[in-house]
């Protein structure tokens, strides 16, 4: 393939055993050919960039100096993993990163044995190695057996909660673990905390940085010479506040700070922690998000995610739109709220720009609230905002709301806050796959007493529903929206308040009604479009709420036509179970009515584009127009099927 990079002893390796072979110099050579080849491959498909260039050297480190699949390296989230694929048997499909049947974005148990566990969503490796240590100590068994468990976790997953349980954990059961804190300063965004804090003063006083380096915990795993130097600094420096003391007194010996990109350093350590480590260690190794490629080392994000781009200048390459997104709908309209209401605050676990709050930050600083990757917390942390009188609008992405569900339920539902939940990534979101997708939002929420759930159908719609969002004072309420751009329409100056609880009729047909909830309103209209050349035209409803539902609308539409189907970018047991309940305390199927859910399937749907996952879950208008014919009887004009 033309302007790949020159990667002589990349071209050697099919599998990490290969690795063994070569000297400390040739793999700080493979490290670069690595880089190169990385940068190479997502220039063709696009994804995360940067995470993966900063653990390049590591990547090597580590399958030289473990026996992977063994060992178990356990990656945290998976954007670093590219290089990782790379060099596991994976090289010849790099190309297909995020594509339909092709390589996932993240590690992925049915795709490699050498992906022991899978991760899309961050801080949970440190448990999983947990879990790989005892099952190895109890006589566990895997195809490839059980050797050592190496979690590989960033700064920024470090601040959930979940890593501490972990740690916390690690330290009682005294198990040989190896933790390699990957601190780069940056996740996703910069990280926020007090975590961050602490890690950034391991290293940010130059002068001693030599001295706390050897006073780090674990000096019996350091060669000999070095021992006894290590004992006096660390004596020296003792009850100051630096160095691996928060991890020693969770019983986890440390090891660090080194750097992440000297080859020499992390094989010394390496080694010498495989040969001798007992209980857990953490090894704090110091990298560039970016590292070694000028665009993705400059960039804000340090090229966090990507579109494909030219390698040599680093432009992306996406294509021309006139519409904005629904992210930036949602920031632009909620940040105009806010100038007009000093009460409206905003909370964001770890995602500012992913959910539009970027742009609320820069005109109201003190007003936004970035928690870090702790969704738990933000969810409680809003719910006493509400609590204390504000207005807070909780933005979280669908899958990531998943993780604070149990406060959704105590801290806000039981309590009637009104926090105000802006979910973004609604639905099927492509190359990120299932671990991303919006899938189950509307079944957990609509399943909480009083509680207000909306689906915009296009940005006009989102505005009108932040504008809702912001008046609701009487409980909780969340409205949901999809990843990329909206479908062009002209925008209100302003969002209007909607009636809680009321849809609207779009267009007005017979003998067969669609109830849409959610963006699929477009598809539905393009169905209608078809079904007209075949003497059939529907009415179209936008349910606008999923609850509580618009009883008056759906009866009507029950009452005055033969079939009903409702569509929703849901899974089994949302919007469309809600319907079906309602339709049957009235009674409506004894008359006779044809009822019809179109919902997601009930699987899981890999990485595809998103028009080619909706076709995979049978809902582009294609398949509504057959829906609408198969249910009506109805091959085409005058045509009665058998």
């Not at 793999?27 to 220039?43: C, K, N, P, Y």
């Not at 010394?268 to 490629?293: D, E, F, N, Q, S």
């Not at 469309?576 to 008359?591: K, M, T």
């Amino acid at each position: 393939m033309p302007n790949r990079p020159k990667t002589p002893l990349l071209d050697q390796v099919t599998t990490p055993a290969d690795l063994k072979r070569l000297s400390d110099a040739e793999l700080a050579r493979l490290a670069a050919e690595l880089r190169a080849e990385t940068v190479s491959a997502v220039a063709v498909t696009g994804g995360h960039l940067g995470a993966g260039l900063g653990v390049v050297e590591l990547t090597v480190a580590l399958h030289a100096v473990f026996a992977a699949p063994r060992d178990k390296i356990i990656w945290d989230v998976g954007h670093q993993s590219y290089p990782h694929k790379i060099l596991t048997g994976r090289r010849d499909r790099i190309r297909t990163l995020r594509q339909k049947d092709g390589l996932s974005g993240f590690t992925k148990r049915s795709e490699s044995p050498y992906d022991p566990f899978g991760a899309a969503h961050s801080s949970t490796s440190i448990s999983a190695a947990l879990g790989f240590a005892v099952a190895r100590d109890l006589g566990g068994v895997t195809p490839e057996g059980l050797g050592d468990a190496i979690a590989v976790i960033g700064d920024g997953a470090l601040s959930a909660g979940m890593a501490y349980e972990a740690m916390n954990n690690a330290g009682d059961l005294n198990k040989r673990l190896i933790i390699i804190l990957n601190d780069n300063e940056m996740s996703i965004a910069p990280p926020v905390g007090a975590m961050s804090s602490y890690l950034s003063r391991l290293y940010t006083e130059a002068p001693l940085q030599e001295l706390k380096a050897a006073a780090k915990g674990a000096v019996s795993l350091l060669p000999e010479p070095f021992q006894i130097g290590a004992r006096r600094a660390k004596e020296m420096l003792k009850g100051m506040t630096i160095g691996g003391t928060l991890f020693e007194e969770l019983g986890i010996s440390y090891v660090g700070p080194i750097d992440g990109h000297d080859m020499e350093q992390l094989l010394a350590v390496l080694r010498t922690v495989k040969a001798r480590a007992t209980g857990p260690i953490l090894i704090h190794t110091l990298t560039r998000k970016g590292k070694g490629y000028g665009p993705a080392e400059t960039a804000r994000d340090r090229g966090h995610a990507t579109a494909k781009f030219d390698v040599l200048t680093g432009e992306q390459k996406k294509a021309p739109s006139n519409a904005p997104s629904y992210t930036s709908v949602f920031g632009k309209t909620l940040a105009g709220l806010a100038a007009q209401d000093d009460k409206i605050c905003a909370v964001t676990a770890a995602m500012p720009d992913g959910t539009g709050l970027n742009l609320f930050a820069e005109r109201f600083p003190s007003r936004c609230f970035d928690v870090g990757i702790a969704e738990q917390h933000g969810v409680t942390f809003s719910a006493a905002l509400a609590a204390g009188g504000m207005k807070p609008f909780c933005a979280m992405y669908s899958t990531f709301l998943q993780r604070g569900y149990d406060q959704v339920v105590h801290d806000v539902a039981i309590q009637r806050l009104p926090v105000r939940f802006a979910i973004d990534r609604a639905g099927l979101v492509g190359a990120d796959g299932a671990t991303h997708a919006g899938s189950f939002d509307i079944a957990f929420l609509a399943n909480l007493p009083d509680f207000v759930v909306m689906a915009a159908a296009d940005e006009a719609e989102l505005m009108h529903m932040v504008a809702t969002a912001a008046a609701y004072d009487a409980g909780p309420i969340a409205f949901r929206y999809p990843r990329g751009e909206g479908a062009g329409i002209d925008l209100p100056e302003r969002g209007e308040v909607l009636e809680i609880g009321k849809g609207r009729i779009v267009a007005q047909g017979k003998r067969v009604a669609i109830l849409s909830f959610g963006t699929r309103l477009a598809e539905v209209q393009k169905a209608a479009e078809a079904l007209a050349a075949k003497g059939v035209k529907p009415t179209i409803a936008d349910a606008r709420f999923a609850k509580p539902l618009d009883r008056d609308l759906i009866l009507d539409l029950a009452r005055d036509h033969e079939a009903l189907i409702t569509i929703e970018e849901g899974a089994v047991g949302g919007f469309g179970s809600h319907v079906a309940q309602l339709l049957a305390e009235a009674g409506v199927f004894d008359a006779g009515l044809k009822y019809r859910s179109m919902v997601l399937p009930d699987e899981f749907i890999d990485q595809a584009s998103p028009d080619d996952m909706y076709k995979m879950a049978g809902m582009n208008a294609e398949q509504i127009e057959a829906r609408v014919l198969d249910v009506l009887g109805v091959a085409s004009l005058g045509e009665r099927r058998a």
